[in-house]
Nanobody
Framework: QVQLVESGGGLVQPGGSLRLSCAAS????????MAWYRQAPGKERELVAH???????NYADSVKGRFTISRDNAKNTGYLQMNSLKPEDTAVYYC???????????????WGQGTLVTVSS
């Protein structure tokens, strides 16, 4: 069994920063890529950032230059550093491991439970 657990969300003022963490645990053979998505009230879930197991990154245009995705492969943990936050960044942020390989060599798409980020004065 595999779990992704996010942490680090909360209330922050516009212009502030937060760092989200995503810890993967369980029967993991290889984590492979990781990603962060977000879903604002009344909107569809959208991709925020993606990182390959080799460290190649991609970002949504709306967060380029403000957010940084990273990972610690030894800890099976991913991070999303969010700077210069805006009210429109308010959303539930989800961690995703789209092609995680278990110890049974089975590929699966795994999601965390989400963590709420609220940007407001």
């Amino acid at each position: 069994q595999v779990q992704l657990v996010e942490s680090g969300g909360g209330l922050v003022q516009p212009g502030g920063s937060l760092r989200l963490s995503c810890a993967a645990s369980g029967s993991i053979y290889r984590l492979n890529a990781m990603a962060w998505y977000r879903q604002a009230p009344g909107k569809e879930r959208e991709l925020v950032a993606h990182i390959t197991d080799g460290g190649t990154t991609n970002y949504a245009d709306s967060v380029k230059g403000r957010f940084t995705i990273s990972r610690d492969n030894a800890k099976n943990t991913g991070y999303l550093q969010m700077n210069s936050l805006k009210p429109e960044d308010t959303a539930v942020y989800y961690c995703n491991a789209p092609d995680l390989e278990t110890i049974d060599y089975v590929l699966g798409n795994y999601w965390g439970q989400g963590t709420l980020v609220t940007v407001s004065s």
